[in-house]
């Protein structure tokens, strides 16, 4: 009976020291988290590049994620917009027209653009990151309004008005009650604001990864060529990714941009992300950028829903922009491709294209680490 009992408890100990001993593996105290099977690629990254949100910083969908200690990121960007938004919506004092006409009084926006960007990250610890980014803005009339037209034309999509108006001009000129002029009437380009920011993991697992993002944005851009407000902005956020299983990533991000400018108003900043990795180098990735505006004008009143009749006045939504595109990763390179429009309130450009390539760099490897520790 003594024996048995001996033997039991053998048993127990012997069990215990196994259950911890996997759990020790499983989850060890002080090394880093081991992401070898983890595809995830993190959220498209990009700037938002609707007009009053294109001079204020803007999230730039950053992933929570740790990385490698002494990694050195640039990236390049090039973002091709096309925008058109006309006053008032009841156009039908327009219909009938032998001849388009250029009524500047009932312009908004109209314009295409092209930006490029620049930017560089650095981790200074795995859990600790700095960058920096910056872009040359170019204002333009255009050449793709006819390509537009027919696009909405062949599957009956609503034109906006555009089919009144002459195509290929540039005319910005948006109203609004907190006195800040948005106006160009001819072509421009000019060097944007730039963006500092940081970002410190603060929890990471197998499974989760949460962060917190500050950034300043240095006011280096003209608000007389609609590339920065001539104010410095402050933000402030969070940001998590959950990897669910090894084939699917959510991201949830949300914070507040403060601008200097007591014109403008504070904005809130979110995002809601889904990616998909199927293997290694290719990821599909859908998200929804969500913005507030940091302007108002009650003088122009839209339908926000046609088939409702709902009227809003403008900018009084939240921006509620849908972006799809794919990534690429081989080894340190990144190809990043998306398309961005904003399909449900109508607080966007009528479309965003964004191309970027993006490296790392191992500053560890390259021995460059070890001449700080000198």
Known sequence: MMYTNGMSKLKILLLVQLCV?????????????????D????????????????????????????????????????YYIQDAHYAPNDLT?????????????????????????????????????????????????????????????AFDFMNGGREFFLQNQ??????????????????????????????????ENANISLATLGAFKLPTGRLETLSGSGYP???????????????????????????????SYPMFN???????????????IIQMNIKTSPIYDNTIEWTWNPYFGTYFAQYSLPQTNLLAGFVIKHKSFRWQVYFEEDTITNQGTDLTINVMFSHSLSLKNMGVANCFRR
């Open 170 to 203: 540039l005319y910005i000129n948006i109203p609004n009650n907190n006195g800040i002029r948005l106006f160009l009437d001819k072509p421009a380009v000019s060097f944007g604001d730039i963006d500092v920011w940081g970002k410190w993991t603060f929890f």
């Open 93 to 153: 004092q327009y219909e009938g027209r032998v001849s388009r006409r250029y009524d500047l009084e009932n312009v908004l926006r109209d314009y295409e653009g092209c930006v490029g960007e620049v930017g560089f990250a650095y981790h200074f610890l795995e859990n600790m990151q700095a960058g920096i980014d910056m872009r040359i803005i170019a204002y333009y009339g255009g050449f793709l309004d006819p390509a537009f037209e027919f696009f909405h034309n």
């Open 233 to 263: 902005d402050l933000g402030l956020g969070l940001l998590s990714d959950i990897r669910a299983t090894r084939l699917l990533t959510l991201y949830a991000q949300a914070g507040v941009v403060l601008p200097f400018n007591m014109k």
């Open 21 to 37: 001993f996997n759990a020790t593996a499983l989850y060890p105290a002080d090394t880093e988290t081991d992401f070898s099977d």
């Open 39 to 78: 595809f995830s690629k993190g959220p498209l990254f990009g700037k938002n590049m609707y007009i009053p949100f294109l001079i204020h910083y803007n999230f730039p969908s950053l992933p929570a994620k740790s990385g490698e200690r002494f990694d050195l990121q640039y990236h390049f960007s090039w």
């Open 270 to 284: 979110g995002l809601a992300g889904l990616e998909i990795h199927p293997w290694e180098p290719f990821s599909f």
